[in-house]
């Protein structure tokens, strides 16, 4: 597998702001990670930025398939890709994790006090 040791100078440095974590919509990242070969790949891509060949590669996942999961990844926002010496580079956008991260914190705290409540 080929690592790159830097983020490509096309990729935005930018983080998340609330209007992108408002666009964060938790059924579409929840469904993307439901799905064990998308988890497989985001394993992946938190190690390292990877090319859809090095991805094939690693997970034995024909190339059409592979790029089947990105495109549900990247329209969840879970990741991103750039172009980088003629192959799509894909790496795992963080600041969506944090957003999602942080508002299964909220249900959790909302849910820690109902759960000490008496059912009836």
Do not use: F
Request: aromatic share 2%.
């Amino acid at each position: 597998m080929k690592v790159l040791p830097r983020a490509p100078a096309s990729w935005s440095t930018r983080s998340v702001t609330a209007a992108d974590a408002a666009e964060v919509d938790n059924e579409a990242v929840l469904h993307a990670l439901a799905e064990p070969r998308r988890i497989q790949l985001m394993r992946l891509l938190a190690d390292t930025q990877l090319c859809t060949r090095d991805l094939v590669t690693a997970t034995g996942m024909a190339q059409p398939l592979v790029s089947h999961h990105l495109r549900i990844l990247r329209q969840a926002m879970l990741v991103d890709s750039t172009i980088c010496s003629n192959l799509r580079v894909y790496r795992v956008r963080a600041d969506t994790l944090r957003v999602l991260g942080t508002r299964l914190a909220e249900m959790a705290a909302k849910a820690a006090v109902t759960s000490r409540l008496e059912p009836c």
